[in-house]
């Protein structure tokens, strides 16, 4: 009998390493959603950019982690394998969503979404090549499955609570909530990093 969505997310989230990994997963999803909304206002409040201008902004944040995953990616892991690959994707990100929020004039903005979009581009294929790697093939659907769920998960709370932040708080202040979850994805990483798959897979 197939198990309720809810209740086969539970039973993945309990797995060792693995679902710690998944935890992660909706984390850098959550993260993410929560800042583009606030991002799109913040570009338009406090740099008074165009529609068109910030369309164009997101869009090289788009090419940046396109480059990443098709080409940066592809010569970095098999020398330094998933695991190294997530830490650093992390670090990136966490430096991009703090440099926002503390980003003055436009070059600092730009040089914090260069930091965004290569972070982005090391975690998701580093946490998909590690859960892959650690799940045994007949799994694989259901893990990719709930990975999926989670991350759609992110995507609807992640706006909610942005804009919230954005309009309630301070315009910077949902980048700093999200730099906090991504030191919090971190911090799991760092507990589960020894146990994490050595070898690379190829992106």
């Known amino acids: 009998e197939r198990k309720p969505r809810f209740e086969m997310i539970m039973v993945h989230l309990r797995r060792p390493v693995v679902g710690q990994l998944q935890i992660m997963y909706f984390l850098a999803s959550f993260a993410m959603a929560h800042m583009e909304a606030s991002l799109f206002l913040l570009v338009q409040d406090d740099f008074q950019w165009s529609l068109t201008k910030a369309g164009l902004g997101f869009a090289y944040v788009g090419v940046i982690m ?77 893990v990719m499955g709930v990975n999926q769920s989670l991350s759609a998960l992110g995507r609807i709370v992640g706006p909610i609570l942005g804009g919230w932040f954005y309009r309630d708080l301070t315009h910077q202040a949902p980048f700093w909530a999200a730099a906090l979850i991504v030191v919090v994805s971190f911090i799991i990483g760092v507990t589960v990093f020894k146990r994490l798959p050595v070898r690379a897979q190829e992106a």
């Open 66 to 142: 396109v480059i990443t995953q098709g080409y940066i990616i592809r010569k970095l892991l098999p020398k330094i394998g998933e695991r190294r690959m997530l830490m650093i994707g992390l670090v990136f990100k966490a430096v991009g969503l703090a440099g926002i929020a503390l980003s003055g004039p436009v070059w600092g903005l730009a040089i914090a979404v260069t930091f965004l979009g290569l972070g982005t581009g090391f975690i998701n294929p580093a946490l998909s090549g590690s859960i892959s790697l650690l799940t045994p093939e007949d799994q694989q659907g259901g």
